[in-house]
């Protein structure tokens, strides 16, 4: 039994690498293809400058080899972590240690899935390292400082302390203290624990890492008011973030639920758009808010946890999942196994996932379209947005359709102007 379930885990794992090896490897050739300067699709042909257009083609070609080789690396390194005995020696020892120094309840469970998650970051941090300082540097797009990034890494693994300790105790007590319907109490506690993220989130946490204003008065902010009021948009702050901090990259994004809801524009967004394009964006961001694709989206990931944890009190039951990887059978290698596993069979959501957010996205933009009775504001910021941020203009149909969570800029523009206001 212990080979059947390494042998079709080996064989799903290989399924996914060759999938995902293969739509970044069509990628990058297609886009090669399209160096000559000719090949700009039509809609940007007057709206990027070549050099602009070739940086965008060797940013995209960078970023592809860097994902071959990070994804090789990733997955050597799994393989590596799974069957080298490195889970069954970091159980072992946190059950010695802390059987001698620590002897708390779940205690062992809890440092045992820090421990691997540890093991994780720090094999992580090369190809993340390289990421930020050379290949977003090289394309003038790293702001941040090595002190700065440091900084970053440390809240963030505080973070994860201070929030994931209580979070494992629960859900490990729950497991272990209430009998066969515990994973029924898990998902109530974690869609609660999520609930709370999402209301902390914007107050608490991102100001950790970053500076938020509201929008200082000025024809954007009066614009923005303005928009609001027309479309019943209430008792919402609209902030701008110091993203130059870290990144040239611009943006703007829509959080929480409830009071905590805002807008934030990065203050590089501010910078290099016109107000005509900013209410533009607005009008987008308002759109997802009006047409609750944030509400939709939860309640789609609701469904995935409550799955999840079903699945999980089906293989907490079954010994030789455990024997397979030379574990014992605990609740906390359970957690562990299933988070180090499920890549190859959640790797065939995400299309799926992607499929419905570049739908709601198409929703936004109609919305921004129609509520400002012109299509061209958006279809301006987005060639704004693209052109600066070097984004890829002719990614490979299956690669885009595969991981893209929007759609390409083309197909964006395209749809915009079929629309009648
Ligand atoms: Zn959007």
Not at 7 to 31: A, I, M, Q
Not at 38 to 50: G, Y
Not at 206 to 234: S, T
Request: charge should be positive.
């Amino acid at each position: 039994m212990e080979q059947l379930i390494v042998g079709s885990f080996l064989s799903l794992f290989t399924l996914e690498f060759l999938v995902e090896f293969t739509l970044n490897e069509l990628n990058l050739r297609h886009v090669r293809g399209r160096i000559p300067a000719q090949n700009i699709p039509d809609i940007f042909r007057a709206k990027i400058q070549s050099a602009d257009y070739d940086k965008s083609v060797q940013y995209t070609l960078a970023k592809g080899r860097f994902q071959r080789w990070a994804d090789l690396y990733g997955r050597a390194v799994l393989l590596v972590i799974l069957f080298s005995g490195l889970l069954p020696w970091l159980d072992t020892l946190s059950t010695t240690l802390l059987s001698r120094f620590f002897p708390v309840a779940h205690a062992q469970g809890i440092i045992f899935c820090l421990a691997v998650g540890a093991v994780f970051f720090i094999i992580g941090l090369p190809a993340d390292l390289y990421a930020t300082f050379r290949l977003e540097a090289r394309f003038g797009f790293n702001k941040t400082t090595v002190k700065l990034y440091v900084a970053d890494k440390f809240k963030g693994l505080m973070l994860g302390v201070v929030f994931g300790v209580p979070l494992l105790y629960v859900v490990l007590w729950l497991m272990e203290a209430t009998g066969r319907y515990w994973w029924i109490g898990a998902f109530v506690f974690i869609c609660g624990f999520e609930l709370l993220m999402i209301v902390i989130y914007p107050t608490f946490i991102a100001p950790l890492f970053n500076k938020f204003e509201p929008l200082k008065d000025g024809n954007l902010r009066d614009r923005i008011l303005k928009l609001a009021e027309q479309v019943g948009f209430h008792a919402i702050g609209i902030y701008s973030m110091d993203g130059s901090r870290r990144s040239a990259h611009s943006n703007a994004y829509f959080t929480g639920i409830g009071k905590a809801k805002r807008i934030v524009l990065f203050d590089t967004l501010i910078e290099q758009m016109t107000i005509e394009q900013g209410v533009a964006v607005l009008a987008h961001e308002m759109g997802h808010y009006k047409m609750k694709h944030i509400r939709r989206m939860l309640v789609v990931q609701t469904v995935f946890l409550f799955v999840g944890l079903f699945i999980l009190s089906l293989l907490v039951e079954y010994r030789p999942l455990f024997s397979a990887f030379g574990l014992q059978p605990t609740s906390h290698a359970v957690l562990v196994l299933f988070s180090l596993l499920s890549g190859p069979f959640t790797f065939y959501l995400a299309p799926l996932m992607n499929l419905l957010s570049r739908k709601h996205e198409y929703e936004a933009d109609r919305f921004a379209a129609v509520t400002l009775r012109d299509g061209r504001p958006m279809e301006e910021a987005l060639v704004n947005l693209t052109v600066k941020n070097l984004s890829n203009l002719t990614p490979h149909p299956w690669y885009s359709f595969y991981h893209y969570s929007h759609p390409t800029p083309v197909e964006r523009i395209e749809a915009i102007r079929r629309i009648s206001v």
